[in-house]
C-alpha cells in the first residue's frame, strides 16, 4: 500500500510512504485477521507518520 501527497500548484510530491504486510501461518485454529483489517492497520501506521511531526495547536 501507497499513499503520496502532492503539491497541486508545483505538481511536486510533498509527502510519500508505503508499507507492506505479509500474512503466513499455519491455520492449525479457526481465528484468522480478515485482510481488511491487516489494510486498515497499515494505513493507520501510514497516517500517524504523516501527522507524527504535525504542531499541536
Do not use: C, N
Not at 502532492?6 to 505479509?22: N, Y
Not at 503466513?24 to 484468522?32: P, Q
Amino acid at each position: 500500500m501507497s499513499l503520496q501527497l502532492w503539491d497541486t500548484r508545483t505538481g511536486e510530491i510533498v509527502w510519500e510512504s508505503s508499507g507492506e504486510a505479509t500474512l503466513a501461518g499455519e491455520d492449525v485454529r479457526e481465528f484468522r485477521i480478515p485482510f481488511d483489517e491487516i489494510a486498515r492497520r497499515l494505513w493507520a501506521h501510514m497516517l500517524d507518520d504523516l501527522f507524527k511531526d504535525v504542531p499541536v495547536e
